[in-house]
């Protein structure tokens, strides 16, 4: 049962080094002429407050005017209803644009976190696991927790739930202190092939 483990740990590898791979490779072929610039972490606000004050300035502006020449900026109510209307409207979206792109994991950076899902967390866990070293599991484990660009990368690349895999490792590394029925329970929870597979092989014997 132990060389199932380790041959999924190796599925898990050469799947996200191909996943990587692609992507670089696409990456490498896009010569796009015009980049577009992507606004940096945190710059929402700025382009909000920046937003905002424009509009506000603008309606101020348009109201003082009216009010000093209101025969030549003789607009009437319902036009500047509209006006703020349109302008709420476009702040809203652009709102909600800059929310999706600052949350959104951007494409072009998987490749990065399956890189380091490969060497930060399988390629140890498959050593770990071929040498039966307990000790090396159970701090993997913790890294899988505690680590957030590895919690993240695991979460973000469908490598299932970080905490139940962990939880998983944590059984696993701690064989002869826990028993059967908790083995059990994890078993049932568990929502990947390798914690799944882990689990097995104690409840087997191996």
């Given amino acids: ?29 896009e010569t796009p002429e015009k980049p577009v610039p992507k606004p940096a972490p945190g710059s929402l606000w700025l382009y909000l407050a920046g937003g905002l004050a424009w509009v506000i300035g ?38 909600y644009y ?8 951007p494409v072009e950076n998987r490749h990065v976190l399956a890189r380091a899902l490969v060497r930060e967390f399988y390629a140890p866990l498959r050593d770990a696991v071929e040498n039966n070293d307990l000790n090396r599991v159970r701090a993997l484990a913790g890294r899988l927790l505690d680590d957030p660009v590895v919690s993240r990368a695991f979460e973000v690349l ?19 202190f ?5 083995i059990r329970g994890a078993l049932q929870r568990a929502d990947n ?13 191996n």
């Fill in 1 to 29: 049962m132990r060389g199932e483990v380790v041959e999924e740990i190796e599925k898990r590898i050469k799947r996200l080094e191909a996943l990587a791979e692609i992507i670089e490779y696409s990456n490498l072929k």
């Fill in 58 to 95: 603008g309606l101020a502006i348009l109201y003082l005017m009216r009010a000093r020449y209101p025969s030549v900026f003789s607009l009437s109510s319902s036009a500047m209803t509209v006006y703020v209307i349109l302008a709420v409207a476009i702040a809203i979206f652009l709102a």
């Fill in 98 to 105: 800059f929310f999706q792109r600052e949350e959104s994991e």
């Fill in 158 to 176: 469908g490598e299932g739930n970080p905490k139940l895999t962990a939880y998983a490792l944590y059984i696993y590394a701690s064989r002869e």
């Fill in 178 to 182: 826990v028993s059967g029925d908790e």
């Fill in 193 to 205: 092939r390798l914690s799944k597979l882990l689990l097995k092989s104690l409840l087997e014997g």
